[in-house]
């Protein structure tokens, strides 16, 4: 991922020293459940974990020239600690290593994903509770529909992300599984009681049944997740940039001191933030695929998935870390414009309460298909008119009249009405 996407916290951990120190973790853990059992001596694993660094620039010095990095690795690694080296990797396979080292980098990864998803969270809510009682017009198919408040519907954006902090949550599960079995998973020169001990050690679980790789489904589901997060925040960010367009401008993004927002036009406060997120869901959602592609890998294992899980795996969770931070910054130091929704709602003579109206001539005795008839003839008869007002003409249509008292009609426009059970969603979210 190129660095202006790329936060220090996340970055950190999908770079090359990172990734040795992995590598070197799992051998060191191999060699201390080979000692507990026996099969090497205590002393030489003292050496080795007292000697045992290596230097990224030196791995990949040999690595281009044996053109394998497991072994560049291994042959820095045994510079340092010398004779006792020999006790390293033994009956192992590239991808024991390969792959148990990637599971302790994703966990890492998601934990971090998982520490700012949670601040995420606290700013939907907080800005929920702020805005439990604005109220604003709820749309369908872009045109109005029926009031709602700014509160519910940040309140449905919270409902999500907790769906999405429980499904990562689970994810941890899934992901957190090494293997230590061998050339092809048979632990012909390893016991299952190395794996068993190594993974402990790791904090991990040992693969139920391993190839000479970790079966690619779970790396699948790890990207679909984080994709189905970068979904969500897409919904959010694509609300905000419709709500701040010039003629809805409901709400708009903070804009800085110093700020442009056009090199031509200096008028212009454009929602590039939210633009950007959109983007970037993109390039996630198109991870994805290539993960499910990485699944059908031949026989017990090929390397085609290698090269683009070193795309994948750092870019989706680099993004997805940026995105989180971004969106929780963004909605935070959101600007909202109670004035603008209450103008926008009663545009045309408030016309979104017309099914209001036609329930309540519904229960004067009126029959829906007639009441239904008188509603929309006044109600289109205002629309898109600058003068349209179809409380107005409700209130001289002699049909409604014979009905409805003038107190009976006002009652039809209290938005109230339609905000009697929020409080019954919020309790449900602890807004």
Known sequence: MIERYTLPEMGNLWTDAYKFKTWLQVEIAVCEAQAELGYIPAQAVEEIKAKANFDPKRVLEIEAEVRHDVIAFLTNVNEYVGDAGRYIHLGLTSSDVLDTALALQ????????????????DVIRQ??????????????????????????????????VLRHQERLQILHKTIAVGKISGAVGTYANIEPRVEA?????????????????????????????LALLAASIERFAVEIRNLQKTDVLEVEE??????????AMPHKRNPIRSERLTGMARIIRSHAVAALENVA????????????ERVILPDACI????????????????????????????????????QRVLLTLVDKGITREEAYKIVQENA???WNKPEGNFRELISKDPRVTAK?????????FDPQHHLQHLDQVYQRLGI
């Open 106 to 121: 994703l966990v890492a990864s998601l934990d971090l994903l998982l520490q700012h998803l949670q601040g995420l969270i």
């Open 127 to 160: 800005k929920a509770k702020e805005h439990r009682y604005t109220v604003m017009i709820g749309r369908s198919h872009g045109i109005h529909a029926e009031p709602i408040t700014f509160g519910f519907k940040l309140a449905g954006w919270l409902a999500e």
């Open 197 to 225: 001990i190594a993974c402990q050690k790791l904090g991990l679980q040992p693969d139920a049944a391993s190839t000479q790789v970790i079966s690619r489904d779970r790396h699948a589901d790890f990207v679909q997740q």
């Open 254 to 263: 903070f804009f800085a001191k110093g700020q442009k927002g056009s090199s």
């Open 297 to 308: 890998l031949w026989h017990e294992r090929d390397i085609s998935h290698s090269s683009v």
């Open 319 to 354: 993004l997805t870390h940026f995105m989180i931070m971004e969106t929780t910054d963004l909605i935070q130091n959101l600007l909202v414009y109670p004035e603008n929704m209450a103008r926008n709602m009663n545009v045309y003579g408030g016309v979104v309460f017309s």
């Open 380 to 382: 289109h008869t205002a």
């Open 404 to 412: 409805l008292s003038s107190a009976e009609i006002a009652a039809c």
